[in-house]
């Protein structure tokens, strides 16, 4: 029997799906907003390498040009995905917004729009929701940005530091995003970086020789989270100096308990040798704006030229499928790992393990398929 299948966005997670969906007889049909697959890393910033390993991030039947090197560029991440697409012969529908998911009589409902188009609608036997992590950039409204001359500008919108030379730079938020912009500044020509942390994170070398984070993250990811937050303290000392007076404490919270709650440890690629030589000065969160001014949390000021927000995403899933039931109450799905929401319907790509975004992809990919096919 032929499963009639949408997925939704043709991402990397969207893309997989879809081929381990076809691989096992699915009648299957991407939908995809934008004209191109790997739209969100066609816009990512120019330096973005992939933080996994080439050999641990390959997608489902196709494995990453070994010219592409150990740490993938964003340009050859996107090479990749179209290759992926063309390799599986994937039926992808192009400037194709779904608007609405509904259920009824055992089937679902896809609503949708396209350029200059009217609402469509196409029934389903099964969904896959593979819109993102990263979907919707999400910038703070801090009381008194209206008065700030400069420019506040999300991260979602950085390429590269040349519109930036010469310029004294506040970057908002250390996460893998925030930390590699603010070293790229500092690198390519700013007058100054500061970088605004409010919770410090935990911070692991993305290698050490040939041993790669992603595999420690592979190892301690069934371990008991108490033991690998006591792990993480020696690890971390052993690693790095104690960065303490430099605004970079060892969290009070452990490593895989903050994991578990969303915060994925920075990979150091520079990161802490610019706080220590101080091309990157560390300082407290944004309590608000005055005027020209930037207020920090305990009352310092600082007077940038731009606020740059690396304050993370929104997944925007709640006007599409809010009214079903399958969103927890921030908005993000309940069942994700290639288990079902409901039936026939599944999420991928709105996790960020530390074993690797990529590799989760590609096995969720195959669950998926599996759960499909058996009428899950």
């Known amino acids: 029997m032929s499963h009639t299948v949408y997925v939704i966005g043709a991402g990397p997670a969207g893309l997989a799906a879809a081929a381990a969906l076809r691989a096992k007889g699915a009648d299957v049909t ?7 697959v790997g739209n969100a890393w066609r816009h990512h910033y120019d330096r973005l390498h992939l933080h996994t390993t080439r050999g641990l991030s390959q997608l489902p039947g196709l494995p990453i040009p070994r010219e592409f090197g150990r740490w993938v560029a964003r340009d050859d991440v996107v090479r990749y995905l179209e290759a992926y697409a063309a390799h599986h012969d994937l039926r992808i529908e192009h400037c194709v917004e779904v608007t609405r998911l509904d259920r009824a009589d055992g089937a679902w409902t896809i609503t949708t ?15 896959v929701v593979a819109t993102g992590y990263n979907h919707t950039p999400h910038l703070p409204d801090w009381p008194g940005q209206d008065t700030f001359p400069g420019q506040v500008v999300h991260a979602s919108r950085y390429r590269n530091p040349a519109p930036y030379a010469g310029k004294d730079v506040l970057v908002v938020g250390v996460g893998n995003t925030g930390a590699e912009i603010a070293q790229d500044l500092a690198e390519n020509g700013a007058a100054s970086v500061h970088l605004a942390v409010r919770t410090p994170p935990h911070i692991v070398p993305r290698n050490q020789g040939p041993w790669a984070a992603q595999y420690t993250g592979l190892l301690v990811r069934h371990l008991p989270t108490a033991l690998v937050d006591a792990l993480s303290v020696p690890v971390r000392k052993a690693s790095f100096p104690d960065l303490a007076h430099l605004g970079l404490p060892i969290p009070e919270v452990g490593l895989a308990t903050r994991v578990a709650q969303g ?13 220590q030589a101080g091309t990157i000065r560390v300082v407290r969160a944004i309590e608000r704006f005055d005027g020209g001014d930037v207020v920090l949390t305990g009352g310092a000021r600082l007077a940038p030229d731009v606020v740059l927000a690396a304050t993370g995403y929104r997944r925007a899933l709640e006007p599409v499928m809010g009214h079903l039931g399958v969103l927890d109450e921030h908005g993000k799905p309940i069942s994700t790992n290639g288990r079902p929401a409901a039936r026939g319907l599944y999420f991928t790509g709105f996790t960020n393990p530390i074993s690797g975004m990529f590799r989760e992809m590609a096995a969720d990919a195959h669950r998926i398929a599996r759960n499909v096919t058996a009428g899950r």
């Open 263 to 275: 915060a994925i440890p920075v990979q150091d690629i520079g990161l802490v040798a610019a706080v």
């Open 113 to 127: 729009t396209g350029e200059g188009a009217a609402e469509d609608r196409r029934t389903a036997d099964a969904v």
């Open 30 to 36: 991407v939908l995809e907003k934008s004209e191109h």
